[in-house]
């Protein structure tokens, strides 16, 4: 048993308890308080939450690496430790170490990302199913996951088996990709990257799979691109594709115009923002771990959003250093970079790090202690069992960690140095150098006292360049190295910070600021005597509008004496932004070949990869996205993606006064109904009573629905844990249509329940029809439910139902989707969109589900 749980449990707090104290705790963000409290909160499965604000998540997580500690010299004290992860100020362990570290409630790693594959160039069905079922084995546990699928034989290659030739690399996308679908657990799906590289002759195929709607959803795509590639490209000439990829002795070659397939990447991503790319060579080239590929160290592919590029079972934990905390006097005269005390703190992270893969390592016993304990048999267990072994032994050998920042844009501003500007790059590039040998310093000094990584050999690694530019830059450094060696075999990256930003309050890892002030619109009753009306739309609905700020856009105006209660109309807004540091510096106003330049030479001081977005305006031409994906490869990047306003579904629009853009046209589904279709299961209740619908699906999307009481004497009865499966369209002896339901037992044998159609009241079938006529024209998801929630029906009974077929149909709006007509009950904003399933307010974060 874990003895955590033997310890007797802390307090527990209600949902309106926590909230409210870690809503003091933010200052009143709102927002901030409900990712905290949702997300890394130390709660059990039964919902109780025993940690009231932050701090007392500070402590936990603090308690645990002061243990670790002790097991080595010179160790950290846990108020040390405390003092520099509270307050989210210095040094934030990020996503899955800060929830969780010192939790006994969940068995999962403290990884937030992992790489899979086969060893060699296996492409058999096995090795393919291998690689799904660990994918899902992971995901399980909330990981994000990257594989390449390089090995697969192309298109029309023979196989020997009863199909004699291969299918290729697109319908293993699928495949992988509906597992990262259906892996899903409260609403949340996991991450996956799947990669290709160009040399391979279905990279095309790969590049234009997402292009057709409803296919690869559940993943990223990205290509990896050698260095004869670009050559080519700038060359115009021609390029041989190969597989096995790049054989001396190939079985399939096939030789392209380089131009025109990358025309076709550059189009697909300006159009979908897909696919990512990544220079592969320069990934290779400068990897440290890679002068150990011959150990198991070869890099085949990255974690989800690119920054990781990782060997096969290797994992990373990621750590984030708020850079805005180190600007003393910010948004004054007298601001100063305090580099003393941040070179003190980047070693520090460092060895928090090391310690967090210790823990970590705790973790995956406890993994694989519940899947020895589970009662499944051995043969059923061993590929779990042996994914776990084999992280396991990656993390001991090679303790890879991921310390990265957060705050560049905000650090920035606070020094009075405009983002992208010449002297913004130069300053970004000395703090990075600073991290670069700071981290590695702490590492070599972390091998004299606890020894280096297992494999650790000095001469492999003499040659790599970026061990070189430590050598170059700090000589007593590379020297202590070779004496001591290195505790971890490779350490830097620059990871996305999206909820890890929402609780320092900055900017979001280097990326410069969104915008820095929006003005958003609610709804009042103009007959309120306290409402104030700015605006009357062309309906007569009144509306107040308000302003909400960056916090540290707030701050440099409190700095500069500014009135930051005052309801600024547009034209005072503008005038505000021209005068603050943040004047030319947002996303949309940077240079972007500044910001490519940029990100290359970072990137030098970076050991892993940088995940950063070139966000463009929505009228750019193709041709600005290729000379963008051109130069990041002449100045060193190791990957690039590009997000061109609006050129993605379900992503938020620029918030602005433009026209909304208009919606895609309906998109139907197939005109004749497939006979079996794919089938979720939903169950919900209305007041006391348990309904449950079976939701047909086409590419993962609802195509018909039958719903109504369950687990009743009238209604339909199948087991609790039964929540997919198809159903299948049959005839009756009388010629008529019937609807049954299949699903496995856990045996894996098939039951069938026949008649979906006449399970159910009748006057719930006709209006089932309804809607699943609209569902069938491509009618979105979202407009559905706006129609079932203006059904006028009589009956309280129906009314209850069609709250449930919206509840259950809410689930598959894409998320980011605008919600009309609806007013968010904490703050009555009608600015909401859907998110998992809920109704979110993007004025004050509060959701609504059901």
């Known amino acids: 048993m874990n003895p955590e749980l033997t310890k007797t449990p802390p307090k527990t707090y209600s949902q309106d308890e926590a ?3 870690s809503l003091n705790y933010f200052n009143q963000d709102d927002l901030a308080a409900r990712v905290w409290l949702n997300k890394y909160a130390l709660k059990d499965s039964e919902g109780n939450i025993y940690e009231l604000t932050p701090n007392d998540m500070h402590h936990r997580i603090a308690k645990e690496i002061a243990r670790v500690e002790k097991k080595y010299a010179n160790p950290l004290s846990e108020q040390a430790i405390f003092d520099l992860i509270k307050d989210f100020k210095y040094i934030v362990p990020q996503g899955s170490p800060m929830a969780g570290i010192g939790n006994p409630y969940q068995i999962a790693s403290l990884s937030n990302c992992f790489v899979i594959g086969n060893s060699g160039d296996s492409d058999s069905y096995g090795g393919i199913m291998k690689i799904d079922q660990e994918q899902v084995q992971l995901m399980k546990r909330r990981g994000g996951v990257g594989h390449d699928l390089s090995h697969i034989r192309p298109k029309g290659s023979a196989v020997k088996n009863s199909a004699l030739t291969s299918t290729g690399i697109v319908p293993f996308m699928e495949r992988y990709s509906n597992s990262t679908r259906e892996v899903a657990q409260d609403g ?7 990669s290709v590289s160009i040399n391979h002759p279905d990279s095309e195929d790969f590049i234009n799979a997402k292009l057709e709607q409803g296919k690869v959803t559940g993943a990223n795509v990205s290509v990896r691109i050698d260095d004869l590639f670009m ?10 594709q190969k597989y096995p990829i790049f054989s001396a002795n190939p079985k399939v070659t096939k030789t392209i115009e380089a131009n025109t397939l990358w025309k076709k990447i550059v189009h697909n991503a300006w159009k979908s923002a897909e696919p990512g790319i990544l ?4 990934i290779i080239n400068e990897s440290v771990p890679d002068c150990y590929a011959d150990l198991g160290y070869k890099t085949v592919s990255t974690n989800p959003c690119g920054e990781i590029p990782l060997c096969p079972y290797d994992s990373c934990r990621l750590l984030a250093i708020n850079l805005f905390s180190y600007v003393e006097n910010p948004f004054t005269e007298k601001a100063s970079f305090n580099f003393d ?3 003190k703190h980047v070693a520090a992270a460092q060895r928090i790090m090391d310690d967090i893969i210790d823990l970590e390592l705790e973790k995956i016993d406890n993994i694989l202690l519940k899947i020895d304990e589970d009662p499944e048999l051995d043969e059923v267990k061993a590929t779990e069992r042996n994914l776990w072994v084999n992280i396991q032994k990656k993390a001991e050998e090679g303790r890879r960690t991921g310390v990265g ?4 844009g905000d650090m920035l501003a606070a020094l009075g140095i405009q983002y992208g500007s010449e002297a913004g790059n130069a300053f970004s590039l000395e703090v990075h150098k600073t991290i670069a040998i700071e981290a590695y310093r702490s590492s070599v000094h972390l091998a004299k006292e606890r020894g280096a990584f297992l494999v650790f050999n000095a001469e492999r690694e003499k040659n790599n360049p970026f061990i070189n530019r430590l050598k170059e830059a700090d000589s007593k450094l590379y020297y202590e190295m070779l004496e001591y060696g290195r505790r971890n075999i490779a350490l830097l990256t620059i990871a996305p910070t999206g909820t890890t930003s929402l609780m320092t309050q900055t900017t979001s890892g280097i990326e410069p600021v969104f915008l820095p002030v929006y003005k958003r619109r609610r709804k009042v009753n103009p007959n309120d005597k306290e409402a104030r009306v700015d605006f009357v739309d062309e309906v007569g609905d009144s509306w107040e509008e308000y302003v909400v700020f960056h916090h540290r856009f707030k701050q440099w105006m409190e700095v500069n004496g500014i009135d930051t209660s005052k309801n600024y109309s547009q034209k005072e807004i503008d005038k505000l932004i021209k005068k603050s540091p943040y004047h030319k510096a947002t996303s949309n106003d940077v240079d972007w070949m500044s910001k490519v330049s940029m990100q290359g030479a970072i990137q030098k001081w970076v050991d892993h990869s940088i995940s950063v977005t070139i966000n463009l305006p929505n009228d750019v031409n193709e041709e600005l996205v290729g000379a963008l994906y051109l130069k990041a490869w002449e100045v060193g990047c190791k990957g ?11 992503v938020l629009l620029a918030n602005d006064d433009k026209e909304e853009k208009a919606q895609d046209s309906l998109t139907p589904f197939p005109i004749k109904r497939p006979q079996v279709l794919d089938a979720d299961v939903v169950r919900f209740q209305n007041s006391k009573e348990k309904w449950i619908a079976f939701i047909g699906l086409i590419d ?3 195509y018909e629905i039958f719903t109504g009481l369950a687990d009743d004497e009238d209604g339909i009865l199948i087991p609790r844990w039964v929540n997919e499966g198809l159903i299948i369209k049959n005839r009756n002896e009388d010629g008529t249509s019937r609807y049954d339901f299949q699903y496995k037992n856990t045996r894996g044998y098939k039951t069938t329940i026949e008649g979906l159609s006449h399970k159910f009241n009748p006057e719930f079938w006709n209006y089932a029809k309804l809607i699943s006529s609209t569902l069938r024209h491509g009618m979105p998801i979202d407009k559905i439910v706006d129609l079932i929630n203006s059904l006028q029906l009589d009956s309280a009974f129906i009314n209850s139902w069609k709250n449930g077929v919206g509840r259950a149909l809410k689930r598959y709006v894409e998320d980011g989707t605008q919600a009309k007509g609806y007013q968010c009950d904490n703050c009555k904003s009608e600015n909401l969109i859907y998110q998992e399933g809920c109704l979110t307010c993007k004025d004050c974060g509060s959701s609504k589900c059901g």
């Open 279 to 282: 220079f592969w060579d320069t």
């Open 640 to 650: 690039v993606t590009v997000y061109r306003d609006g050129s993605r579904s379900g």
């Open 700 to 702: 993962g999307k609802p």
């Open 405 to 408: 920042i957060t705050a560049e």
């Open 341 to 343: 005390l941040f070179k």
């Open 188 to 194: 949340r799906r996991g991450a996956l990257m799947l």
């Open 231 to 240: 050559e080519a490209v700038k060359n115009g000439t021609e390029y041989t």
């Open 19 to 21: 909230f409210e104290a």
